[in-house]
């Protein structure tokens, strides 16, 4: 990322207007369907046996019957091929990516152990059992229902680590926690999850203008109370121009999951635990998920282009930050214009292990959460609080207001 220019501008009137970019033109689809997978039976290579599953401390699939360990292919050189992303135009959209097509998520699949027909409802898993020969059935084929994705970082945190460190988060807060969340705590409740994200690269260009100060002299007018201190100060007109790619933003693609917030805080606590080793991604295979529960995307990339604009913007400002400092009195910026010249779009599993506590807080139901980062261990939650243990710790500490407050936000 650059951005140009640091000296002060001129000293000239301004106007302010911002303007929107124009959309794209066509949309060409990457497609990262896993083609040796496209019979519906995830087999072993070695001995044909379809029990597969992920083994998290070699991030490997592991056949159950030969214990052969295996690997898919990393998504990152599929998807983005030679070019830099520089070079990025349009907007492209991985093949697991595309606009999602309403349906019952059923998907008649014939076993191929048996011949038998076996549905599967998508909406629900990933896989189903062959009740007349116990084959396991996993869906890979790309059902445009979101059930799918292009991409899964495997979970490479144990079961066992993400109760380590559900445990110690909860230890450290445990002498304001509620006494009931104390006395029920059982961290073995943890269920691993993969929730759905978009992954885009962009190639954009922001503009942003406003008006600067630059401190010229500083005295004292008046005498004994009337004293004030006074400043000169010359104004500029300064306009800034940042070239940026950026590469794996990550944007939760489950709006369902946004609108939960009225009672739980899920999402804010998903958010504190980014971010995730993208790069590590593998192409998808539904054996990845035997074990864990998933939820589907639920947003198509048109939806989510307002908010990776905000999230540019943003990487825009604070580009621009460093190139501004001459202004010792400030920089108020008026209007700002964001181009984005090319998007590249990739739906992916990202692994969470989650905690869950149903707490009745005087009558209004609140779940609260703690979640470990499936690839990182980092965790963050919240844990429902006793106002009487908040008060007193407070009474004695003195930081009565700062304790409410962390204790409102719920994330402390
Ligand atoms: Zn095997
Ligand atoms: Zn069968």
Redesign the pocket.
Known sequence: MTAHGSAPEPPIADTSTAQQREADAGTPVVDTANAWLDDGVNR??????T??QLRVSTGHLV??????EWTEAHIEPLVAGEGSLRDLTGTVIASGATDLVADDGMLTMKCSGCGAEVVVNTAEATSSRCHWCRHLLTVNEQVPNGAVPDAVLPFSVTRDQAVEHIKLFAQKRRTFAHRRFVKEFTPGNVVGVYLPYMVVDSNASGDVHGVGEVETRQYTRGTGDNKRTVYDADVHRVERHVDLTVDDLTLESSTERAHMNAFVNTNNVINTILPFDTKNAVQWNASYLVGYTSERRDADVAALVPELEDQLLSIVRSQVQSSVKTYDRGVRWEGERLEVHGTRWVSMYLPVWLYSYYHDEGGTPMVHYIAVNGRTGETMGSVPVSQWRLVTAALVTGTVLESIVIAMLGLW
């Open positions: 072993c290579a070695r001995c044909g046996s029990e597969i056949c159950l019957f030969c214990r052969h």
